[in-house]
């Protein structure tokens, strides 16, 4: 006989989402990433690192296949081949640093081994990142601003592909329907992010023709350990406000009673749409 396990809701519901019946604090999701970040930036760094050593092989082994980088960047047609083949090869393990964020915003630990725990559903990652690049292009093609709308609307796609299990198109409507009624307060707080990355890049362009260049190099690296790992722990505060986790539990207590919405149901142990906790 299956054990019981306890299934608890953290966080907002697809219901709720759908409503706009959430709220963006900005301040406390910057204050709670930033406390996540200095906890457990590890696993995102090393996850990341490996994802982006794979794009560099695999971009050199595809452009030197199409005779060389000069000719790539020469081609548009060719350039649109890398960058498909490049995404295909680098966004499941993406995927998986994505739920490092997810996963540190409801109290859960993370190790580097979970940047592959995702890889069954690496084709509808893929099909995402797919979608959702070609959307927000063609919004930055036309305007300016239905790009950004678009690239803040569609920020928490992946999770919702892998978390709940959604197919990609399920995934991108919901998303744009669900983050279209806090766009302001989203767009402001990824902003700030993004504030944050031109100031690391400030000590490069202040020493770039000196002897220091090195050094403004190092202290852009190293603000990055902190900036990269806290986006996706932002990510994943969003996530869990907005769309919920469903953690499965043999003991709720595990999980900080200010985290845990107030329904909790009964389920056997094989269901496989919850995280375990």
């Keep these: 006989m299956p054990e019981k396990i306890t299934v608890v809701q953290v966080g907002g519901n697809i219901e709720s989402a759908l409503k706009g019946d959430y709220q963006i604090d900005v301040k406390a999701i910057l204050s709670e990433s930033w406390q996540q970040t200095l906890k457990s930036r590890l696993a995102i760094n090393l996850g990341l690192l490996f994802a982006l050593v794979l794009g560099v092989l695999v971009s050199f082994l595809v452009s030197h296949y199409l005779g060389g980088i000069e000719v790539v960047l020469a081609d548009p047609e060719a350039s649109m081949l890398l960058n498909v083949i490049v995404t295909i090869a680098v966004w499941p393990f993406v995927g998986g640093v994505e739920m490092m964020g997810v996963l540190h915003a409801v109290g859960m630990k993370t190790d580097v081994k979970m940047t592959f725990a995702f890889l069954q559903r690496a084709s509808w990652v893929v099909l995402c990142a797919l979608f959702t690049s070609v959307l927000i292009s063609l919004g930055f093609q036309l305007l300016v601003l239905p790009g950004v709308f678009l690239a803040v609307t569609l920020s928490l796609t992946i999770p919702l592909v892998i978390e709940k299990k959604m197919t990609p ?52 690296l190293f603000g990055m350990t902190f900036l990269t790992p806290m986006f996706y722990n932002v990510k994943g505060i969003l996530y869990r406000e907005i769309f919920g986790v469903n953690l499965a539990t043999n003991n709720p207590a595990d999980i900080p009673l200010s985290l845990t919405a107030a329904n909790t149901e009964k389920l056997n142990s094989d269901s496989d749409d919850t995280f375990s906790a």
């Design 169 to 220: 198109m399920k995934a991108i409507i919901l998303s744009i329907k669900a983050l279209r009624f806090k766009f302001l307060s989203l767009f402001f707080l990824y902003f700030i992010l993004f504030l944050s990355l031109v100031i690391l890049f400030i000590p490069i362009a202040l020493l770039l023709e000196s002897n220091f260049a090195p050094l403004g190099v190092m202290i852009f």
